[in-house]
DNA sequence: TTAAATTAGAAGTAATTACTCACTTATGAC
DNA sequence: GTCATAAGTGAGTAATTACTTCTAATTTAA
């Protein structure tokens, strides 16, 4: 991987969660990232398939916000952490985030894969703290912090840390 | 509004709301509205325009949606009608939300305002229903609703009936 | 009947778009 | 040094886009 292929997938990514995918245009990311636009099609072959390099990085990225959840073992403790997540997301992962969903309503990609292990993992918390139906239990959850995510992302918060706050409670965690 | 104008307005928002507002050509619209493509800015001056058109309809029936709620007087009836608004929506709701889900995130609209008087009612019910913070409560719910319509309009439920069930059980309606 | 509004239809425009192609420059193995 | 391969350039292209403009036909209402 070149600096230069790095820079256009950087640039993409960045690009095309502000802008969208369409309307983003190829010229546009070569002038910004600084390299001629021929060299995204020698890299990428398409449009097409330099998205495909930029979901590669974000999905590896979203995968690796599940990641500290492992270390945690008391059910309580995890399910806390599950629902702090979208809280506190950094700029970066918020990027990659935005993308995804972005993504999600313009070409409706399939985006529900990346989120399968946390979506098993909420499943087991479930199961461990003995809910009634884990599985329609664990839907719920992940829809509610999908909102949250949806609204942080772009910007729609009146009260962020109040309804953190509420979904504590309503957890008892 | 003659026949044509609403032929176009029609025609336009299923497109829109399928295709998206930049991805869908103004020749594209002429052509499925059996109409001259010059009829559409003779009518609408801009392609924004029509986009405006498009949206006043759209926001005139989403407001349509929430009027049998206030036949409603009971609390808990009312929270329950609320809370399975998004699980029974019709076809023509649907495209509506659909439109507006996607302008939120291909243009960035402000779509809030249209659901002010639900967010409001929605307060006022937690007001009645003595809950301690009634307008983080409301905020939290009208947040879920927010995911399961995002869900139901992608197509991507596993189980709604179940999801619907455990927020009844949550609100205890 | 007549004037005004609506519409079709076709041609054209300037801008933008994704993508190509011929070419040049670096890199590394032998 | 040589030579193949990869990295990079930048002008060019064909298609599409929103939008205009013209004329002529059709509909509507007074």
Redesign the pocket.
């Known amino acids: 991987m070149?600096?230069?292929?790095k820079k256009i997938i950087d640039v993409a990514l960045e690009m095309f969660s502000e802008n969208g995918y369409?309307s983003?245009?190829?010229?546009?990311i070569a002038k910004e990232a600084k390299?001629?636009?021929?060299?995204i099609?020698?890299h990428f072959k398409?449009?097409?398939g330099l998205l495909k390099g930029v979901l590669e990085v974000c999905e590896r990225n979203v995968s690796k916000m599940f990641d500290p959840l492992d270390d945690l073992k008391h059910p309580k403790v995890l399910l806390k952490n599950i629902i702090s997540l979208p809280f506190n997301t950094g700029r970066d992962n918020m990027r990659y985030c935005k993308l995804l969903n972005k993504l999600k309503w313009e070409v409706g990609g399939e985006i529900e894969s990346i989120f399968e292990p946390i979506r098993k993992k909420t499943e087991e918390v479930f199961e461990l703290m003995k809910y009634d139906d884990p599985k329609s239990e664990a839907e719920t959850l992940l829809l509610i912090l999908d909102g949250v995510i949806s609204k942080v992302i772009l910007n729609k918060f009146e009260s962020k840390l109040i309804v953190h706050d509420n979904l504590i409670k309503k957890y008892e965690v």
């Open positions: 070149t600096e230069k292929k369409k983003t245009a190829t010229n546009q390299v001629s636009e021929g060299l099609f020698r398409n449009k097409e």
